[in-house]
């Protein structure tokens, strides 16, 4: 069985610089170790474990990507990881502007032992979905949960529905509209409490777990562990070996207790001209 260090070392090799299909209007460029994207609610930057770069060449590469996104009068996320080489590059990033957010656990599993049958609570249904309506669903759903518009998301959704639908499988967890527990509306009188989507990664071993935000009634309830499970058993069904999450504080513990491995951490630094608008003028 492959031990927490060989899943690191494929989750770098395979996953970091080696993106999806681009959405229409989103750009894949590259400025030497990083891989930059363009044309999404923000940029971002990731690049390999090691960037191969110090000292005042770094503070130059990183002070580029600040200048181009401050051009362009726009925020940007450096994705980092807590095995990141050289040591010193949130402290760079730091003096640079960039501020850091939320820090998450990478967790690994292997897909085929998460794939027992999904088993949501009485009066839920889960379903794959394809068309823009229920994706815009999910995007109100997920502006109920955090309290702001999330209408970007419904955007983002169907732009990748769109550019590369083999890539992408989206599930909802809903009330049952034979249950009664729904009031009318979208969706023929079900609503959506929870989603998640699965994004394949051509040419590699991985699909990631994203999303999973759940209504705060419908919170404790399994919902998380059967979207987790219904994915799983897409992934096994395209012939996908492991499955990885960037998981919170809340959904790093259900994940580990289902056998997901935590192999690193991540943190995004964020830059934006609202912080520093000197720099974009």
Do not use: N
């Amino acid at each position: 069985m492959i031990d927490d260090d060989g899943l690191l070392a494929a989750y770098d090799e395979q996953m970091r610089g080696t993106p999806p299909t681009a959405p229409d209007g989103v750009l894949y460029e590259r400025d030497g170790p990083l891989l930059r994207i363009v044309g999404e609610r923000r940029g971002f930057i990731g690049g390999p474990a090691d960037l191969g770069t110090t000292g005042a060449e770094l503070d130059r590469l990183i002070a580029r990507q600040r200048d181009y996104f401050a051009a362009r009068g726009e925020a940007v996320e450096w994705k980092t990881y807590g095995h990141d080489r050289p040591r010193d590059l949130p402290d760079r990033l730091r003096a640079a502007g960039f501020v850091p957010e939320e820090r998450e656990t990478v967790l690994i599993g292997l897909a085929e032992e998460m794939s027992a049958p999904p088993v949501p609570p009485d009066g839920v249904v889960l379903r794959e979905v394809t068309e823009e309506a229920d994706l815009r669903r999910i995007a109100d759903m997920e502006s109920a949960v955090w309290g702001e518009d999330w209408s970007w998301l419904g955007d983002d959704l169907v732009a990748r529905r769109r550019s590369a639908p083999d890539e992408i499988a989206i599930l909802v967890a809903e009330t049952d509209r034979a249950s009664g527990t729904a009031a009318d509306g979208a969706g023929g009188g079900s609503e959506v409490v929870s989603a998640a989507w699965l994004v394949f990664r051509a040419g590699t071993d991985f699909a990631g777990l994203w999303g999973g935000s759940t209504l705060p009634a419908w919170r404790g309830r399994g919902i998380y562990r059967a979207l987790v499970a219904a994915r799983a058993r897409i992934a096994v069904a395209r012939g996908t070996r492991f499955l990885q999450v960037d998981a919170s504080d809340d959904s790093a513990p259900i994940l580990r207790r289902l056998g997901f491995r935590a192999v690193t951490t991540t943190t995004p630094y964020v830059w934006s001209p609202d912080r520093d608008p000197g720099l974009g003028d």
